[in-house]
T-cell receptor, first 111, second 111 residues
Framework: TQLLEQSPQFLSIQEGENLTVYCNSSSVFSSLQWYRQEPGEGPVLLVTVVTGGEVKKLKRLTFQFGDARKDSSLHITAAQTGDTGLYLCAGAGGNTGKLIFGQGTTLQVKP | NAGVTQTPKFQVLKTGQSMTLQCAQDMNHEYMSWYRQDPGMGLRLIHYSVGAGITDQGEVPNGYNVSRSTTEDFPLRLLSAAPSQTSVYFC??????????FGEGSWLTVV
């Protein structure tokens, strides 16, 4: 069974601080996605990384896929209150392309 | 654009009752899936379908049935509701580019 471990599960920081969320597995994934979810809504895709070692930037968010395609990280620079939400990583693997989700990281950015 | 539409948004059931959560997408996606989301456990895959007439089990299929008679619709049936099925349910469809689109969620309480 493929598992994705996210850490930390909860993060509370002040506006302007930097943070990193990790997503780790012992399994290899063909691609890995990061989602953000607001209360009362479904997750919304932020980025997909496919190639080992790949780095993608989305404004203040930097996503990295591990060289071995088993782990990923999300780094937020100068966090803003609007970044508050639940961040989920999800890995796709196997012939069916099923997505396996991590437990999520709840981020609270205080003004 | 409607995207993925789920109904109902909220439902309270008594133990032993049955019900169907409806899901429809208007993007002509072949792949559809149902997830449940519980605190600290991320999103867990219940059932998925790679096309009309084809369904398969995910991580937590017990107590749920699905069918896929058309490309657009993918209903989830709870056969005999149990308190352990109290959760938030998300239907999702996936594009050929592997982008997942989630519905807004259905909050189910079983008493």
């Amino acid at each position: 069974t493929q598992l994705l471990e996210q850490s930390p599960q909860f993060l509370s920081i002040q506006e302007g601080e930097n943070l990193t969320v990790y997503c780790n597995s012992s399994s290899v994934f063909s691609s890995l996605q990061w989602y953000r979810q607001e209360p009362g809504e479904g997750p919304v895709l932020l980025v997909t990384v496919v190639t080992g070692g790949e780095v993608k930037k989305l404004k203040r968010l930097t996503f990295q896929f591990g060289d071995a395609r088993k782990d990923s990280s999300l780094h937020i620079t100068a966090a803003q209150t609007g970044d508050t939400g639940l961040y989920l990583c999800a890995g796709a693997g196997g012939n069916t392309g099923k997505l396996i989700f991590g437990q999520g990281t709840t981020l609270q950015v205080k003004p | 654009n409607a995207g993925v539409t789920q109904t109902p948004k909220f439902q309270v059931l008594k133990t032993g009752q049955s019900m169907t959560l409806q899901c429809a997408q208007d993007m002509n996606h072949e792949y559809m899936s149902w997830y449940r989301q519980d605190p600290g456990m991320g999103l867990r895959l219940i059932h998925y379908s790679v096309g009309a007439g084809i369904t398969d089990q995910g991580e937590v299929p017990n107590g749920y049935n699905v069918s896929r008679s058309t490309t657009e619709d993918f209903p989830l049936r709870l056969l005999s509701a149990a308190p352990s099925q109290t959760s938030v349910y998300f239907c999702a469809s996936r594009s050929s580019g592997n982008t997942i689109y989630f519905g807004e969620g259905s909050w189910l309480t079983v008493v």
